[in-house]
């Protein structure tokens, strides 16, 4: 009975071959189309968040109280709290990674320029593990000298600076005791993180010689914190507001709500294109179901003539439906999975634009991202599309009252 | 006028073969040798299956045949391309089907018209040319209508008339009067031998019904695509 | 004649013609619009980036771009404003003197940019004056009057009418120091400006710092804007190679390569759309010639050439394409042109635009006939485009299997 009904409905698409194939075509280029968009988005999107979480917010970061509003060494995490936290912190196993910073606005300056910059005291061998840090090195090397005389300093930065590896930096800043104090660093190391907030701003220097440049012994401004798992971001961060009521413990959405703004955006949109997508790809398919019904009326009525029942027909229309529906997924599917495979280990090379790049703060080498619910969510689509067809076509079909058109000529 | 006898149509060991599988072969006509005059009024008959259709498409350049030369007024039809044939349907041949096939977006008088504008004559030409062959079929009074609102005989009154209009050297008409009961498909006979004999053209039709065949001047019967009998008058 | 036909065809198919038509006239609607939509952002961020500070056309010392120190100053502003002035097609010049300086209250230090400029003719060529947030702009006489950006003023916690000190060196190497009230606060949405920018009128400045007649740079202010690029072309031959003339699109160049690169993923994500509404415009092609195919074969039986058949179809396509690409062109135009004078407001959205360097969250769509017909004129090619398959395979039938297709 089955087979039969398969049988029935594969020849019926195999007598309208290249209306069936421009069915399936349709389906697969259209779908193609859209996980390759939206592999690719995703990535960026990601990208971009992974870019801020590695170089700067953690997962999770902790400030003194009242750092947020007011940036001054004042606010920072006393040293008492400090200890404390380091236990807590090295004893949760959900936490990948940690690190301090000591942080301070201040003001950067060659021969010719000077900027507003944020003066980064850091561990860079700890910053390695954490956030991978050194991979973000474009120009010199990972480190601050022997004599912790270094500094790595945004790309951005280094530009508007005119300075390169080598060249001498000044730093102006108000230490812990608002004196206006300043040194003297060599820069060792340029980054791009496109974090353009820290590619713009950021000189790190050595945590060590920040603490004697600042005065400040005890204490940090900010703790960032790597999860193994970033699904338990937020009730990591609830836990951790528990137990350190005096701190402020922020996640990276909220260090930097425009990223998360992005991704609202992003899948708003890609929302938006897919159901144009699958709307247009549903009146294509409908098209062609009504036809093929239409065109098969005698036909049909013959065989209800004959004893079939209308619920055969109605299987024999699911198939020829389900048929060309599915063959066209696989086939988009498929193009769609392999492409993104290949950006996502290759990796989409808009090198051309990274002018345009670097002024979005966007890495111009984009990898995609595979998703399942893709796959899912399409899949789902493009059945209910063929549902809707097939139950319009159906309609139509008894209302043309199939058994009286045979007596018609 | 009395037409000048000359060969006019001459079919030439016509065979043809439809092969519709690899293993298999059908032949549709086994060499016919026919030739027709100028004016004469020719009827094919034989049982269904016996090479009519087939006999006449590849007359009218429709059908290629597998072996065999159709000539008409001098000029060899088999082997010209399709757009040259195209021309010569248009300019020289008129078609009239069994089922009618009237372009349905058109009116009578539209469809009747399609071919001379095709040929490029004036609208003013093609508008008394259509009216006078209207009048001779009598349906003057229904060229504003569309195909679908006329009847099975009507429609086919129409067809003739399309097929004649554009002054064809032949006319060719495949079961003409299949569709129709018997008091119309006579008329419709008796319509198009009028034609034949006021207009001078000719014309060649197929038929399996007794009184339709006993109204040709000439009639030729085939049988498993072989030519069994030719008589004239 | 053949014209004739295709109309009575388009006519007496109506489901097909009107599925057709739809379908174009959605894609026009949605091409139009949304390319209007694209070019407005764009321009508005352009606009928005350019008039917040940097202005349309900069002069500036030849050597000042690479090494801006106080030798390459401009350092005869009168005479480079008379012959600027004097050009066809400025319809402004104005002098900024820009300075690094340490601002201080208190015990709080920051350091920042404190620049002298003319508050009228500042006025036009920036929206400085429009960025007000708290207290008043600046006038030209004013005295040690501050407008400093609100991010700057948080730092240093001052408000309207609070005192503050600089230190900074003066254009001859001296040292130049002075108090300074605040008298305006401004809020651009530049993060960065507003955390590192203050304004002093021009003469006031001038006498503190000892910069009369100097300029690190000078403003243009094009009389059409859309010229920019060649008036900056114009000045730069006239007032010759001791000075750079550059315009916005050298000024800003990473931020027009970003905007093409937008587009550029607006149109690329567009035409994954357009490939369905082909690949759907095809298919309806193929059932409606494919169901006349017997009427085709009737056509070409009475002597209608395969190119006479062509010809009909492509009619047929380009009738319905022409009324989708009108009608859809016309309904995106509407959409643009309603938009480019109510422009969307996105609240909650200034994150975002920030982001973008767009300060103002109003985008406006662009509403420029030539781009619309440039995509109405698109659409009606791919629409053709998307029937000539279907209309070549059924010509490829001979008139006999067209006639006896079922």
Known sequence: MFRTIVKIAWASLRRRTTRSLMVVTMICLSLWGLFLMEGIYDG???????????????????????????ASLDNRIKGSDTAKLEKFLDSDPRISSWVKRLKQQGLVATAHYSRN??????????????????????????????????????????????????????????????????????????????????????????????????????GVTQVAVMLRDNQQTAGFQAGLR???????????????????????????FSLVVSLMIFGIAG??????????????????????????????????????????????????????????????????????????????????????????????????????????????????????????????? | MTPVMTEFLQIRQISKLYQPDKEVEVPALDNINLSIEKGEFVVISGPSGSGKTTLLNIIGGLDLPTEGQIILDGKLLTGLAERELAGIRRDHIGFVFQAYNLLPVLTAREN???????????????????????????????????????????????????AVAPTPKLVLADEPTANLDSKSAAALIDMMEKLNREEGVTIIFSSHDPLVIAKARRSVVLKDGKLVTDICE | MLFQFALRNVLAHGKRSVVTILLGTISTAL??????????????????????????????????????????????????????????GVALFTPRFEAFVLFSVGDKTVGGMLTGINPEKERRVSRLCAALKDGEYLENNDNNQLYIGNELARRLQVKVGDELVFIGTGADYSFAADRLIVKGIFQTGLFEFDAGSAFLAKSYFDRIMASKNLATHGIVLP??????????????????????????QQTMAGLVKSMQLDSCFGYITLAIIFIVIFFVVMIYTLLAVFARLKEI??????????????????????????????????????????????????????????QYGLAASAIPSAFEPLTIGRDMAVMFLLLLLSTLYPIIKVNRYQPIEALHHV
């Open chain 1, 44 to 70: 960026m999107t990601e990208q971009m968040i992974a870019n801020a979480i590695r170089s700067d917010s953690g997962h999770v970061s902790l400030f003194g109280q009242g750092y947020r509003l007011d």
């Open chain 1, 117 to 218: 910059t944020v003066i980064s005291g850091v561990n860079l061998r700890r910053e390695k593990g954490h956030g991978r840090l050194e991979d973000y090195l474009v120009q010199g090397e990972y480190g601050f000298g022997r004599q912790a005389k270094g500094a790595i300093i945004g790309f951005k930065l280094a530009e508007k600076l005119k300075v390169s590896i080598g060249g001498k930096i000044i730093l102006t800043a108000q230490d812990l005791h608002s004196e206006v104090t300043a040194t003297a660093l060599r820069v060792t190391g340029i980054i791009k993180t496109n974090n353009l907030r820290l590619d713009e701003t950021t000189v790190f220097m050595d945590i060590a010689a920040a603490r004697k440049f600042l005065g400040v012994e005890h």
């Open chain 1, 242 to 268: 528990q137990a350190f009521s005096r701190l402020e413990v922020l996640r990276w959405d909220e260090m930097y709500p425009a990223l998360l703004q992005s991704r609202v955006i992003m899948n708003g």
């Open chain 1, 283 to 409: 009146i294509g398919i409908l098209g062609v179901m009504l036809v093929s019904v239409l065109e098969r009326v005698r036909e049909f009525g013959i065989m209800l003539a004959i004893g079939t029942g209308f619920g055969r027909l109605r299987a024999i229309i699911m198939t020829e439906s389900l048929l060309m529906g599915v063959t066209g997924f696989l086939a988009g599917a498929f193009c769609g999975w392999l492409s993104l495979l290949y950006f996502k280990i290759y990796g989409l090379d808009l090198t051309v634009f990274s002018a345009a790049f670097n002024e979005f703060g966007m890495d111009a080498v984009t990898h995609a991202i595979i998703r399942p619910d893709y796959f899912v969510n399409a899949f789902v689509s493009i059945i209910f599309a063929v549902l809707v067809s097939m139950f319009f076509s159906l309609r139509i079909l008894r209302k043309s009252k199939p058994i009286e058109v045979i007596n018609e000529i």
């Open chain 2, 112 to 162: 009747i018209e399609y071919v001379m504008k095709l040929q490029g004559r004036s609208r003013e030409k093609c508008r008394a040319r259509s009216l006078m062959v209207a009048e001779k079929l009598g349906i003057a009074s229904l060229l504003d209508k569309l195909p679908h609102q006329l009847s099975g005989g009507q429609q086919q009154r129409v067809a003739v008339a399309r």
């Open chain 3, 31 to 88: 091409l139009v619009f949304s390319s209007a939509w694209m070019d407005g952002s764009h321009q508005q961020m352009i606009k928005n980036a350019v008039e917040i500070y940097p202005g349309y056309i900069q002069i500036t010392g030849a050597e000042f771009r690479q090494s801006p120190s106080f030798e390459h100053l401009l350092f005869d502003v009168d005479k480079i404003q008379a012959e600027v002035i004097d050009i066809a």
């Open chain 3, 223 to 248: 009389e059409n804007l859309n010229r920019s690029a060649q008036l900056a072309g114009v000045i730069g031959r006239r007032i010759g190679p001791k000075y750079q003339v550059a315009d916005w």
């Open chain 3, 297 to 354: 074969g009737i056509m070409r039986a009475i002597g209608t050439t395969p190119r006479q058949v062509f010809a009909i179809l492509l009619w047929e396509s380009s009738i319905l394409g022409f009324i989708s690409v009108w009608v859809g062109g016309l309904i995106g135009a509407a959409f643009a042109w309603y938009f480019c004078i109510h422009p969307l407001v996105f609240s909650g959205m200034e994150e975002q635009f920030k």
